[in-house]
């Protein structure tokens, strides 16, 4: 007789159920006793003590943080961009989007008619394309975020998509991005090609696909750090909210940081994160497994030295 361990998870409560079977099982059964735990930390020292031979999560050897929201297999957007409060308080607190242009210039460049952005977030980008007369589809896993970006000016502009490139109607465009974090979130590689494939999918034949990545090598994780990172904004609604960035884990290719933000009503909201940090030539692979030829790789204008901008063709796939 052993024994088999089932987790499973509620994000927004950040509920762990564990359930410890007693094995062998006759088919079908469902003998096993749930026990609930409501804290972040319990559920952390349960999932870090598995890790037996019949976990099937394809998350053994990735850090309790990271794990977090993902024993499907697929990511789930942080809180940061999932909690509503959050999610309001996210254009406010980062109003410098510099990081935006060379997505607007490759855009014009190409004559892009047809734009999709993976991870639109509270899209920033698609309402400064769509005002450029370009046909735009936002697409977001966080509901919070795109409720968000529905309430912009010129949002009824861009057709709006709750869900990942794996879920995409079908689509022909043109140019797909995904900016800031986004293409560093797919923490296993079966998330990475299964997003490149959902994007080539969706490109016409030689549409592109621009996305930025930081460098491991200039090691960025170091300066995530509360001393660094410490900062009190007065926000239009909120008051004087004070955020703060604390290191949590690094196990590279794996970083995982956790925001805190004090709001002026004395509530205390907290997201973690983690990112993948590939290498130049392991993207470069990816990116030719997946259907793309790579044409551009060049520095973020906004981070120079410390991030990488892909851009990469979509060739027909043998």
Known sequence: MGTRHDVDFLFGA??????????????????????????????????????????????????????RGRAYGRPVPDPIFADPTLARLYDPLDPDRRDLDPYLALARELGARQVLDVGCGTGALAVLLAAEGIDVVGLDPA????????????????????????????????????????????????????????????????????????????????????????????????????????????????????GTFVLADGRVLRSDSTLRFREHDELAASLETAGYVVEQVHDAPDRPGLEWVFVARAVERG
Do not use: C, Y
Request: hydrophobic content about 40%; aromatic content about 8%.
């Open 143 to 258: 509901g919070a975020s795109l409720d968000v970006a529905r309430g912009k000016p010129g949002a009824g502009r861009v057709r709006w998509l709750h869900g990942d490139a794996t879920t995409l109607p079908p689509l022909q465009v043109d140019l797909a991005t995904m900016t800031g974090n986004v293409a560093q979130v797919f923490l296993t590689d079966d998330n990475w090609a299964a997003t490149l494939g959902g994007v080539h999918a969706a490109l016409l034949p030689g549409g592109r696909l621009a996305f930025e990545t930081r460098d491991p090598a200039r090691r960025s994780w170091e300066r995530w750090t509360r001393e660094r990172t410490h900062r009190r904004t007065d926000v239009a609604g909120f008051g004087v909210v004070e955020t703060w960035t604390d290191l949590v884990d690094v196990s590279l290719p794996l970083v995982t940081f956790r």
């Open 14 to 67: 950040w509920r762990v159920r564990h359930r410890r079977w007693t094995e062998p099982l006759a088919p079908g059964s469902t003998t096993g006793t749930w026990t609930e735990f409501d804290t972040e930390a319990v559920a952390g020292q349960i999932l870090d003590g598995l890790g037996n031979a019949d976990d099937t999560s394809g998350t053994r050897g990735i850090p309790w943080a990271a794990r």
